[in-house]
C-alpha cells in the first residue's frame, strides 16, 4: 500500500485524506516519525485538524519529546472533543514533563468532574500520586483504572511510574 501511494504521489496524484492518513500511521507504526509527520502536513490545512490527523500528531510528539507541540495540540482536541477523556490524558502527560507533576495532577483531576469512568484518567493519577509518594490514593485509582479497563494491566506491570506501588504490594 505505501509504495502504491508513494508511487501516485511521485506521479503527481492528489491523494484523499484518508489515504494520508493512512500513510502517516504506516509511517509511525514503522519509527518513521518524521515522515509521518510530514504526510500529515502535506494534507489540506482544513484536514490537518481533524481529529484523526492530530492522533498522528500527538503520537509523533510524544515519541520525540516535542511536550510544547503535544500541549497545544491536547488542548485544541480537548476544547472541540471535550467529552474524550484521551485528551486530557495526553495533556496531562506532556504537562507533567514541562511543568511537574503537581500541574498534571490538577488537569486529571478536572478530567474527572466529567470523565469519572475513565481507566486512563485513574491510571494517570495512580502514576502521579505513586510520583508523590502518596501510595495509598495511587493504589486507589490503580484500582478504579483496572476496574474500568482491565486491559491496563500490562501497561500497569511495566510502567516505571507504578514501581512503588508494585513494590508496596
Known sequence: MVQLIERDVENGHNLPATDHLELARSFLDDGLNDRALSEIELLPKS??????????KLEVFRKNAMWAEMIVSAIHLRSVEPQTARWWVFLAYAVRRTSGVRLAKQILLSALASHSNSGDVHYFLACCNCSEND?????????????????????FADDPDLAPLRASS
Open 135 to 155: 501510595l495509598a490514593l495511587a493504589r486507589y485509582h490503580a484500582s478504579e483504572a483496572l476496574r474500568l479497563d482491565p486491559d491496563l494491566r500490562r501497561p
Open 47 to 56: 484536514d490537518q485538524f481533524r481529529s484523526d490527523a492530530l492522533i498522528i
